[in-house]
């Protein structure tokens, strides 16, 4: 009974937020002449990246920057200084968290403008700690912001370097909240099948219980097929695969998913007590 | 009430603990003259579903380990089973000196310390499934700050450049209450998963193998080649072949073939119908093994 409840009560949130949990849409297309920007940011003593933010003009907040945030997040005195929450507005008994996303109309980081960002409303108590120790910090900016730019991070000159990559990030909260609704089947879920993205005409198996040795051994290397054409040879152990690490099976197809059809990679194998690096390019096929 | 536990949950992955008591009081090492130019290493990371960066990482020669590439974090964690696997014990202070650390892609890192930590974030991900990986710790500050580190989500690489004449600043103690508030919604998160009855499954399995390579034309998809000792080969499936269907699925591009087969097993049979010579045909192909 109790779990049909918290079915139901997640099914119908979810249901009746759509415009919540529904991804900005993306508005501008990559301009060909986008230029780098530069922001700096302060590393706290915490180690935190902390960055200036205005928001709807007001501010700037000093937010925190960080690569692990699915969401972008500021506590409730900011969202209620630059006019996130809206009146009837209901507020989670913990940590004063808003039950949905809230949109900032204007955002501006250095001379970086953006429309249209989404965020959470809550009094986090990691920042709030943080604040306590470091002096005031108000919020995060996470995923939903970096992801968009092609962005480098130097602690040494204490600055990050963005330029616009066009992509359009989705909704981490959506995604979870699907996640939750299907995965509570009381069930243990399938497990999830690796399909390869292309085709390569080989085949491995796992090393032995006691081999501690890295890599997964090679076989049935098909004749005329994109593996054998690279020079992949039965018995060589494939260390990895367009750089990812080759140790089991399962890893194998986890890197050959990964791998699109007619784009050569390389394939590190040790041969004769030898490591080669081959260059295949998988096949459009299955 | 439950959802939004879950949603405070997922909120607070990125960011954790302070180390508020717990100085990094290590001797600071001179950075070292004679790596003056450092070679830039591109990391494969995969994007978890929970929109974190996941970088596999081998501790001590163990692993890989799905380790979060986070800011937010002051250091590397890592959980308690990790650490007995990879043979990791702490020493003064809580750290963790790892013998050696070593990512995707090639990247060894020099001296990485740690600590050993059951987070409540990962946890809450992992009792869920929601990232659709298991995650087993986080990579922060005192690795990532000794890099020069470029992001792009249109990529599926990471590219660490070595500050080579940068030497981090060593973490500091700070006082204050650290990150309880977060760390003691650990009972809550666990009764959220066991009500809801979520049992996530991490194992994989590789699809089964046809053996073709295709090519579209017009809305329709060819056999270009067929692989010499394949499944395909054996079943019948011929050069020229047009794919009109995958038991039920109507196949009009490499994309609809690549669905209608996304889960199919080793040693499951498909029903494939195919015009051959104006003719139509069908062929059962019994998935082998391979890719």
């Excluded at chain 1, 700096?40 to 990246?49: A, C, D, G, T, V």
Aim: charge should be positive; include cysteine.
């Amino acid at each position: 009974m109790k779990r049909a409840f918290a079915l139901s009560l997640l099914a119908g949130l979810f249901a009746l937020s759509p415009l919540a949990y529904s991804a900005p849409p993306e508005k501008e297309p990559l301009k060909p002449d986008e230029k780098p920007i530069v922001i700096p940011f302060e590393l706290l003593k915490s180690r935190h990246m902390a960055i200036q933010v205005k928001i709807n003009d007001k501010g700037p907040y000093r937010l925190i920057f960080d690569t692990g945030a699915p969401t972008n997040l500021v506590n409730n005195k900011v969202a209620k200084e630059a006019g996130l929450l809206e009146k009837g507005d209901k507020t989670a008994p913990l940590f004063g968290a808003s039950m949905n996303a809230k949109t900032i109309k204007k955002l501006e980081i250095g001379g970086l403008k953006l429309e249209g960002m989404t965020t959470m409303v809550m009094d986090h108590p990691t920042v709030s700690a943080i604040a306590e120790a470091v002096g005031p910090v108000e919020g995060i900016v996470g995923f939903p912001f970096f992801a968009r730019y092609k962005m480098t991070i130097d602690y040494e000159k204490k600055e990050m370097t963005l330029t616009p990559n066009g992509y359009i990030p989705g909704d981490a909260m959506a995604g979870m909240m699907e996640k939750l609704m299907g995965g509570a089947s009381g069930k243990k879920a399938e497990p999830n099948v690796l399909a390869p993205a292309a085709v390569w005409g080989f085949d491995v198996y796992d090393r032995k219980k006691d081999d501690e040795n890295p890599g997964v051994t090679v076989n049935s290397v098909l004749a005329k097929s994109p593996a054998a054409l690279g020079g992949l040879k039965n018995g060589d152990r494939l260390l990895t695969l367009d750089g990812r690490w080759t140790d089991t099976v399962s890893d194998t197809f986890l890197a050959a998913s990964l791998a699109k059809p007619g784009k050569a990679v390389a394939l590190v194998v040790k041969r004769d007590g030898k490591e080669l690096k081959l260059t295949v390019t998988p096949g459009k096929g299955l | 009430m439950r959802w939004r536990t879950a949603l405070v949950l997922a909120a607070c992955l990125g960011l954790l603990p302070l180390l508020a008591t717990r100085a990094d009081d290590k001797p600071k090492a001179a950075p070292d003259p004679r790596a003056a130019k450092a070679a830039k290493v591109e990391v494969p990371y995969r994007l978890t579903d929970t929109k974190h960066l996941m970088v596999r990482t081998k501790i001590n020669g163990k692993g890989p380990f799905n380790l979060i590439v986070d800011t937010g974090a002051p250091a590397v964690f890592i959980t308690k089973k990790v650490a007995e696997k990879a043979k990791a014990e702490e020493g003064d202070k809580g750290w963790v000196n790892f013998d050696s650390f070593e990512l995707e892609g090639g990247l060894k890192v020099e001296k990485a310390r740690g600590r050993i930590e059951d987070l409540v974030q990962l946890d809450g991900m992992n009792g869920m499934g929601l990232a659709g990986v298991e995650l087993h710790g986080v990579i922060g500050y005192t690795v990532l700050a000794k890099y020069r580190i470029e992001y792009d989500l249109t990529s599926d690489k990471l590219v660490f450049e070595p500050l080579v004449a940068f030497d981090p600043p060593p973490l500091v103690p700070l006082g204050g209450k650290g990150g309880e508030g977060i760390q003691s919604m650990g009972p809550m998160v666990k009764m959220l998963t066991a009500m809801l009855g979520i049992k996530p499954n991490f194992d994989t399995v590789p699809r089964g193998f046809t053996g073709i390579e295709y090519e579209e034309k017009d809305n329709k998809v060819f056999i270009k080649a067929v692989l010499a000792g394949s499944p395909a080969e054996k079943a019948g499936l011929k050069v020229g072949d047009h794919i009109t269907s995958v038991k039920t699925d109507g196949i009009d591009s490499g994309k609809d073939l690549n669905k209608a087969l996304a889960k199919a097993g080793v040693g499951t049979k498909w029903r494939f119908h195919v015009t051959r010579g104006g003719k139509e045909e069908e062929v059962i192909v019994e998935l082998g093994k391979g890719l």
